[in-house]
């Protein structure tokens, strides 16, 4: 996720048409509520009953006030035709008291039951069916292909500019546990360190340097897993590297580290380089380092070793500044980490040749 957030955010050209997208959603909204409701014949016989009930003619002119007289007339006398034909004497007198209140006059003529006109009278001309209120058709089909346009450009703009980037690095292997069938107690969990946050790089001197991060490890920070975004000094995402639990031994809390791994991701390579930091205790292991070997180059963890990594555009120096094993008389010993401190020191190699 903080990929793509790093992505969007150095794309320039992304801010602008999320705004513009956002500008037309929400245009669309304010013109969604603001488009004029029409009554239809149902509103119409649904404010004749109410009128029956409460006589407030106020009420009965608000709501069908967006109705043209004439097209009330005629919609009410259509209503009380219909009524009329089909035997509905209570609706008719609803919807004639309706009438006479919001149209005025004498309620239009009524024919008989059965739908025969009076002797003499003159067969009113067809009308058209009264709308039964929404959107016209043509906004709502506009509305929809709009919607529609914008799914596709976010489609796109996922497949061909996020989606690439978030393919290069795959995810790194889920961190195990190992058993001990030694461990009948569990170690008193020291007080858990706070959650390292990646931070801005230290400024560096040194041609192509990227900064400085000290990733620090205290037994009792379970799920600990830090990562630091590397960037140039026009703020230019290049790639990331960081540290986090690799594999843990024994049951219970707190977790019982006996490997990290430590990675560098380079956004213009293909791979993640990764070398696995083990304790004395599982670099001798053999089952153990065979199974560490399938996520990276396993090293035994010793204090003062200098480590590097390297990709195609990026290479980091990482050295174990500070290393303490636990003392846990239920574990083997040199089975995993109290404390761990390692200082990285990324660099561009591009910035770095050219500055030579």
């Not at 897993?225 to 843990?248: H, N």
């Not at 580290?257 to 083990?278: C, H, N, Q």
Request: aromatic share 6%.
């Amino acid at each position: 996720m903080g990929k793509i957030v790093e992505l969007v955010r150095r794309q320039l050209w992304i801010g602008p048409l999320v705004g513009l997208v956002i500008g037309l959603l929400i245009g669309l909204g304010i013109g969604w509520m603001t488009v004029e409701f029409r009554p239809g014949a149902d509103d119409v016989s649904a404010v004749a009953d109410s009128y029956s009930l409460n006589s407030d003619a106020a009420l009965a002119r608000a709501r069908l006030k967006n109705l043209p007289e004439a097209d009330l007339k005629r919609m009410i006398g259509e209503l009380i035709r219909d009524r009329t034909a089909k035997g509905l004497s209570r609706e008719v007198d609803r919807l004639t008291a309706l009438q006479q209140v919001l149209v005025g006059g004498q309620p239009l003529p009524n024919p008989t039951p059965g739908g025969a006109r009076p002797p003499g009278s003159t067969p009113a001309p067809s009308a058209p069916p009264a709308s039964s209120g929404g959107l016209d058709p043509l906004v709502s089909i506009g509305l929809i292909a709009f919607v529609v346009i914008l799914i596709v450009a976010a489609g796109a703009i996922f497949y061909f500019r996020v989606l690439p980037t978030m393919k290069a690095r795959p995810p790194r292997p889920a961190r195990a546990t190992t058993g001990q069938a030694a461990a009948t107690a569990p170690t008193a969990p020291a007080a858990p360190s706070a959650r390292e946050t990646p931070g801005a790089p230290a400024a560096t001197t040194a041609p192509g340097g990227l900064g400085r991060f000290v990733p620090q490890y205290n037994l009792g920070n379970d799920n600990y897993d830090t990562s630091y975004s590397l960037e140039t000094a026009r703020g230019e995402f290049l790639g990331e590297c960081g540290m986090g639990i690799s594999e843990t031994i024994g049951e219970g809390k707190p977790d019982k580290v006996t490997a990290f791994d430590l990675w560098l991701f380079d956004k213009a390579d293909v791979r993640t380089v990764t070398k696995i930091l083990m304790t004395d205790y599982a670099y001798k292991d053999q089952t153990l380092r065979t199974k560490l070997a399938t996520k990276g180059e396993t090293v035994l963890a010793e204090r003062g070793k200098i480590l590097q990594l390297e990709t195609a555009s990026l290479r980091i120096e990482a050295q174990i500044v500070e290393l303490v094993y636990a003392n846990n008389p239920n574990y083997p010993p040199n089975s995993h980490f109290q404390k761990l401190i390692v200082e990285i020191v990324p660099v561009h190699k591009a910035e770095m040749a050219a500055a030579r």
